[in-house]
């Protein structure tokens, strides 16, 4: 008993700062329902910001907090993620999470002492697990945010036909066709950028053409896609038909796809093949075995 009297204070004193955590969280407003975060995105769309908490203003202007922000690039992920968290809301939460995961690793280790008089671990391995937790979440981050930008780069190229005969002899302009088409499409990347405007999380400067902004999608996005768009859209304003410049980018398109799924089916069949021939191997050492020992029988005798 006098061991869990020495560890309480320190057990205490992760459950409050634990506790303290969840307070900051809630201060931020991560606890806040959903239509409440709509209406607050939707004025800061037109242009009303709301102004932030006093613990979000003191976080934010710690250095370390801003260098986090910055080499982790959250604010690019959470915005090809779709997610609607801030960098400092998700970078704080993700913090608490694992430091919950930590304290809860902690709480059953110290479980492990009471009942068998030793720990079955050392105590530092809850930091490791908090984080790994942290690692996790990151990667869940970074897997979700990557899904979502090669769906976006997938239904593009997949309306590029269809884009073609709809801004034929300027019937739609480019920008127009794309958003309408996005809506068609069985997932929500490729419409959150262009119809629910989701591009003025990383496009920050105002655009005044489709072309620019294409093109600055392209770059904050990572989707080379929209600036092949760009181009495009640039070659039909100086007097190409819409129909032959979309169609031969579908047509690049498809063929870059045919390229890749080649390669693929090439990588598939050596990857099969590698297999196969490691397992003749065994079978080539019992059939020269035999050959083998008699040639070195008779050399001996010789």
Known sequence: MSQVARLAPFVGAVVVLVGLWAAGLARLDLFTPPDVRAWRRLAGLRGYAAPRGRVERAVSRLPAVRRAQEELDLHRLLAIAGWPQTPLGFLLRTVLIALLAAALFLAVLVVSLVEDGGWALPPAAALLVGALVFLLQMAVLHGRAEAR????????????????????????????????????VGHSSL????AGRGWQRLVREPQHTTIELYRAIAAEYRIPLFATLAEAALSANAGLGERETYSRVALAVHTQRLAAARFRAARARTLVTLPV????????????????????????VG
């Open 277 to 300: 021939a490691g397992m003749l191997i065994p079978l080539l050492v019992l059939i020269g075995a035999p050959v083998f020992a008699a040639i070195a029988g008779g050399l001996g």
């Open 149 to 184: 930008r090669q769906e976006a780069a997938e239904a593009l190229g997949d309306m590029m036909m269809l884009v073609a005969i709809m801004t034929d002899d300027r019937g739609l302009q480019l920008e127009d066709a794309v958003r309408i088409l996005s809506r068609c």
């Open 191 to 194: 419409e959150a950028i262009v």
